[in-house]
């Protein structure tokens, strides 16, 4: 089949009817009929049956939408990564994703302060798990990844800009520091196991001796809180969630201490762009005041 007989059958399935089909393709509902008894011929049978005014798809149909579907897929990826590659030559756009705890607190920051001098840059940024980063900067789809903790692939560059102290949140625990044997642990919210930091308390915990088998788990930090907040229970949770989370109990630190590593994410086979230079200046300069705060206050 030709690319043009696998697009008339795909706004047909998609449509599902020939004349929508041709609307979709911007044709004559003739033209699409006959690029279709052409396709039809060149298989050597039918894709459709017509039933009472009405297109039907045939079985070998069926069976072909899969890969005609993976096919569509690819080529959007590639509008993508060309319209990607377009303005990222262009030097006056920069995609950003992160973490959604760093995406409620650190990087809306440093936005703002870029932003403010440079009002001509186009900026996106996406909120992402770790994994989904990492893919979306190998695929072109994203220049600078944010995460928590340590990442190792091979083509991937990761700078480290800071550590962050894991808090314990509770309102029923005033002061601090709070050893893990002492949490309350019919009340403890757990983190979902593909976050970084739950890895990292469970070997802790592990360590202390302490089994936690939480009845609610969550993915993020900020909904970890939220609950908190409105008295579900208590939590662990990176301290910048905290700093930037009105309403919730005065954190406690640990003790021992835990710290989840921060670090920016970028392919190392391309040079950084000046902008991403510059919110890597911006950032390391946001994190490091957050830093300081929170020293005050746990």
Avoid: W
Wanted: proline share 5%; aromatic share 6%; with cysteine.
């Amino acid at each position: 089949m030709r690319l043009r007989q696998i697009e008339v059958f795909y706004a047909i399935m998609t449509t599902g009817s020939l004349r929508k089909a041709a609307e979709v393709l911007h044709v004559s509902q003739p033209a699409a009929s006959k690029v279709l008894r052409y396709a039809e011929h060149s298989l050597g049978f039918a894709l459709f049956e017509r039933k009472g005014g009405r297109l039907v798809p045939t079985r070998e149909a069926q069976i072909m939408l899969p890969h005609v579907n993976a096919i569509f897929g690819k080529l959007s990826d590639l509008r993508r990564l060309t319209h990607n590659l377009r303005y990222a030559r262009d030097g006056h756009s920069i995609r950003v994703g992160c973490v959604p705890s760093l995406g409620l607190s650190l990087i809306p920051r440093v936005v703002r302060s870029y932003c403010a001098s440079h009002p001509d840059t186009d900026v996106t940024i996406d909120t992402l798990h770790g994994s989904e980063i990492v893919s979306r900067i190998f695929n072109h789809d994203l220049d600078l990844g944010v995460v928590f903790g340590h990442y190792s692939r091979e083509g991937l560059t990761a700078q480290h800009i800071g550590d962050i102290p894991l808090v314990l949140i509770d309102k029923e625990m005033k002061n601090g520091p709070v050893a893990l044997t002492d949490i309350d642990r019919h009340r403890y919210l757990g983190l979902s196991e593909k976050d970084p930091t739950a890895d990292l308390l469970d070997i802790a915990l592990d360590e202390a001796g302490v089994t936690m088998t939480p009845a609610i788990r969550v993915r993020t930090h900020f909904m970890a809180a939220e609950l908190v907040r409105l008295g579900v229970g208590c939590a662990i949770v990176d301290a910048l969630t905290v700093l930037h989370h009105p309403g919730l109990p005065r954190p406690c630190a640990l003790s021992p201490s835990l710290n989840v590593t921060c670090t920016v994410l970028y392919r190392a086979d391309y040079a950084l762009s000046h902008i991403s230079r510059d919110l890597l200046v911006l950032m390391q300069d946001e994190l490091d005041g957050d830093l300081n705060k929170l020293n005050e206050i746990i």
